[in-house]
């Protein structure tokens, strides 16, 4: 080889090397990205999991339901902008039968291990049954607390929050064989302990996937979760699983004032559906319940193999609220924004985005991105409300107002939350009068009758109602009204006879009309007829008969006939047009013969005065 083409093969050999080095570190750098749509950190949960529940994980992660796709783009939004080293981690109390630890999702002993231990490396809890330290999972029939535990882990993880939530096991209850079904029990003072227990350690957020509706016991029940309890603590209850009312059969502490009842809502090919299975199964619902939250057939820890199983029920969906909570209280600790667990919990129930309905009721729908991107203000008061209220982004529907008569009109001052904390005053005018309404969403009844005569505007105010926040004015555009022959008719200015018939008598006219046309376009076509011939083009349609007869009358608007044919008889046209005729020939008469008398007088006299002048003349 040549010295000259050593060269030339060396130097292609380097350009060859260059370029595979560019290729691999373009692609290093990509792999480093997440990919688009699955951003939250899908690799700290355990393969075990995804072959239980898919390779997508559990129904409930995707876009349709909680998304956790999108809150992890936000939380990495988030931890891009503040610094989570120095956060102090929410803590979650789980109040249950206890957890078997040992099961892989926990991730006990790793760096994904979810539960909140002590300076000397325990998991911080307690069980109030029996008042020691033994946490393991008491319900052996179905290790509920195991699972109930284990889907918190499960969205701890999968968003990568090990670092900011944690959680804290407290053993409550237990199995009794003598109760049947899972047989599970939970004796009110082992709650209550527990409760202390959960507070005094310092628990954010305490979950309950517990309760009853059994009337002897529920007072008791209905206050175990005392106002002062509430005051350092957010608590989270499963709604019960009898598909009851709560206004029929209310079940606590679900149902309690101080506590957020949760609903269970499962998958359908149509969205968020409540969870109904047949009469007396099924999740409760009902006003005195505040959020529905995925719970049925949700794969979770197996507390007796260590591996995964599904359950389903409000136990299920609760921990899914608790842990809602839990990222509004994280929210708040990043941004700075000092709250109280009473305020936490208002501020938690302006996250939601969606409803579904049920049973005629429309029941708010858990939502772990509104959590995360909520942000909260003050007022002069020191209420709490969104801060997005101020960009209130008003709108309505239908699009447009049909002209002649009252619409109903849907506001809404704001689509992307279900409430902001927010005043909202709608102000209109409707059939000349001034109008008012109240409500983040209101329907009113609005009448329209001049073209582009619609309009609506709307005032945002802080929650005491002091400053005024925002004001936006909606032109509602209008349309004309389309006559048709079911929307429409036909206007008489005379009543017709029993068999529909109208007399015009000597003198009289009838008019016509059609009952929408002065809501109609300029460009209407409307058409007259009499006798089947066209007779006008007008809207309205003045009829005067010359001569007495029988006339059929009827209308077409757009070419589509508008009511019945009109009969019309006339009486007594012709005999008075002959009478004026008759007068005006006899005055004629009169006067020609007045005209011939005065002429022959005229005659007359001249011949006299000419005779005499000839006599004169001849010495007569």
């Not at 560019?22 to 480093?32: D, Y």
Request: proline share 3%; net charge negative; with cysteine.
């Amino acid at each position: 080889m040549t010295a000259a083409r050593g060269a030339s093969h060396r130097k292609l050999v380097f350009i060859a090397v260059l370029l595979l080095s560019a290729a691999l570190l373009f692609c290093g750098f990509f792999s480093l990205l997440p990919p688009d749509g699955a951003a939250y950190a899908s690799g700290a949960l355990p393969d075990g999991y995804y072959a239980a529940a898919g390779g997508d994980g559990d129904w409930y992660f995707s876009e349709d339901y909680l998304d956790l796709a999108e809150a992890g783009v936000i939380l990495a939004r988030l931890r891009a902008e503040y610094d989570f080293s120095e956060l102090e981690p929410v803590v979650i109390a789980v109040i249950d039968t206890g957890v078997n630890t040992d099961a892989e999702i926990f991730g006990t002993g790793t760096d994904n291990d979810v539960f909140l231990r002590n300076a000397v490396g325990d998991i911080v809890g307690r069980n109030t049954v029996d008042n020691n330290a033994d946490i393991s999972d008491g319900a052996t029939a179905d290790s509920h607390g195991t699972h109930v535990t284990g889907i918190l882990a499960l969205l701890i993880r999968a968003l990568g929050l090990t670092d900011c939530v944690k959680i804290m096991p407290v053993k409550a209850g237990e199995y009794v064989a003598s109760l049947g079904g899972s047989g599970n029990s939970f004796d009110y003072n082992d709650v209550a302990r527990a409760i202390d227990f959960a507070l005094e350690n310092g628990a954010d957020v305490v979950n309950l996937s517990l309760g009853t509706d059994n009337a002897p016991i529920t007072s008791r029940w209905k206050d175990i979760v005392s106002e002062s309890d509430s005051e350092q603590a957010v608590f989270v209850a499963a709604a019960g699983n009898y598909a009851n009312s709560s206004g029929f059969k209310p079940f606590y502490p679900a149902a309690s004032e101080n506590v957020i009842g949760v609903m269970n809502y499962e998958e359908s090919e149509h969205g968020a559906r409540l969870h109904y299975v047949e009469t007396n199964k099924g999740s409760n619902y009902g006003t005195l319940y505040d959020v529905c939250a995925p719970g049925t057939d949700i794969v979770s820890a197996d507390g007796k193999t260590g591996g995964y199983k599904a359950m389903s029920g409000t136990s299920m969906a609760s921990p899914a609220a608790a842990f809602a909570v839990a990222l509004t209280a994280l929210k708040c600790r990043l941004t700075g924004f000092d709250t109280s667990p009473d305020e936490l919990r208002e501020m938690f129930d302006l996250t939601f985005r969606d409803t579904l309905e049920y049973d005629g009721a429309e029941y708010p729908l858990l939502s772990v991105t509104g959590a995360l991107e909520a942000e909260f203000a003050r007022d002069a008061s020191g209420n709490v409300y969104l801060a997005s209220a101020a960009d209130a982004e008003a709108a309505f529907s239908p699009d447009s107002l049909t002209l002649g008569g009252y619409g109903t009109l849907t506001l809404t001052a704001d689509e992307d939350w279900l409430d902001t904390g927010a005043q909202y005053r709608w102000d209109y005018v409707s059939d000349g009068m001034k109008m008012t309404a109240y409500g983040s969403r209101v329907t009113i009844g609005i009448a329209v009758y001049v073209p582009g005569d619609a309009s609506v505007t709307l005032t945002v105010y802080t929650p005491d109602g002091r400053e005024e926040i925002a004001r936006k004015q909606l032109n509602i555009p209008t349309e004309y009204f389309v006559p048709t022959a079911e929307n429409s008719s036909l206007t008489l200015s005379m009543r017709a006879d029993d068999d529909g018939t109208v007399t015009l008598s000597e003198g009289e006219t009838l008019v016509l009309g059609v009952d929408t046309l002065r809501y109609a376009s300029p460009d209407t076509e409307t058409v007259w007829y009499v006798n089947g011939r066209e007779a006008s083009r007008e809207q309205s349609f003045e009829f005067d008969p010359a001569e007495d007869g029988v006339y059929t009358l009827f209308v077409t608007v757009n070419g589509v006939r508008i009511g019945d044919e009109v009969t019309v008889v006339a009486e007594g046209r012709g005999s008075a047009r002959d009478r004026a005729a008759m007068i005006g020939g006899i005055c004629g008469g009169a006067g020609g013969a007045v005209l011939i008398a005065a002429a022959i007088a005229v005659a007359v006299h001249s011949a006299r005065k000419k005779k005499a002048a000839s006599g004169g003349g001849n010495g007569e």
